[in-house]
Antibody
Framework: QVQLVESGGGVVQPGRSLRLSCAASGFTFSNYGMHWVRQAPGKGLEWVAVIWYDGSNIYYADSVKGRFTISRDNSKNTLYLQMNRLRAEDTAIYYC???????????WGQGTLVTVSS | QAALTQPASVSGSPGQSITISCTGTSSDVGAYDYVSWYQQHPGKAPKLMIYDVVYRPSGVSNRFSGSKSGNTASLTISGLQAEDEADYYCISYTSSSTLVFGTGTKVTVL
């Protein structure tokens, strides 16, 4: 069955970096685009970034452009989110989701919590 | 990109029908038939309920239906049940090739 497992979250100081991973299994990872979506505590969902199945196209939300980098390693069935120059407002649960018809589809991970605090 | 506008809350009694609106612009909701809806229960990951405006994924109850008119998409839940109490979010593709979520709607079953 399709499984997405995020990892790499934790507490980090403002201005520092963190890399999240999303390990995929149960499907041919290299055939699907992937999204990152986040949710601040008690707040709504916010789309973060998308990467095409082959990494050929990448798009970001304005709020993270220039600071975050989405990437993938199809040989390792893993999606990444490199987060630099972190801010307090980046504190959120970060979900990865498999792309379907341009959107996050039916398959999501359980999320990993990132807390940016001094 | 500004978030799509949803009502903060909608409520209904069991068995009733409710509709949640999702208002965007001619650069997102109005421009493409790429609108999805998600249900989220507390502490859980979002669940896809509707995609491409009107389509239901396998396993989603036919009590859930989607539609769109102009810059506004809608999710209708018919035969409201206690288990439908949750937060609901719309999302749309945009002319910048990015995505934008709605502000979210809390559905309460009275």
């Amino acid at each position: 069955q399709v499984q997405l497992v995020e990892s790499g979250g934790g507490v980090v100081q403002p201005g520092r970096s963190l890399r999240l991973s999303c390990a995929a299994s149960g499907f041919t990872f290299s055939n699907y685009g992937m999204h990152w979506v986040r949710q601040a505590p008690g707040k709504g969902l916010e789309w973060v970034a998308v990467i095409w199945y082959d990494g050929s196209n990448i798009y970001y939300a304005d709020s993270v452009k220039g600071r975050f980098t989405i990437s993938r390693d199809n040989s390792k069935n893993t999606l990444y989110l490199q987060m630099n120059r972190l801010r307090a407002e980046d504190t959120a649960i970060y979900y990865c989701a498999r792309r379907m018809s341009k959107m996050p589809g039916a398959y999501w991970g359980q999320g990993t919590l990132v807390t940016v605090s001094s | 990109q500004a978030a799509l506008t949803q009502p903060a809350s909608v409520s209904g009694s069991p068995g009733q029908s409710i509709t949640i609106s999702c208002t965007g612009t001619s650069s997102d909701v109005g421009a493409y038939d790429y609108v999805s809806w998600y249900q989220q229960h507390p502490g859980k990951a979002p669940k896809l309920m509707i995609y491409d405006v009107v389509y239901r994924p396998s396993g989603v109850s036919n009590r859930f239906s989607g539609s769109k008119s102009g810059n506004t998409a809608s999710l209708t839940i018919s035969g409201l049940q206690a288990e439908d109490e949750a937060d609901y979010y719309c999302i749309s593709y945009t002319s910048s090739s990015t995505l934008v979520f709605g502000t979210g709607t809390k559905v309460t079953v009275l």
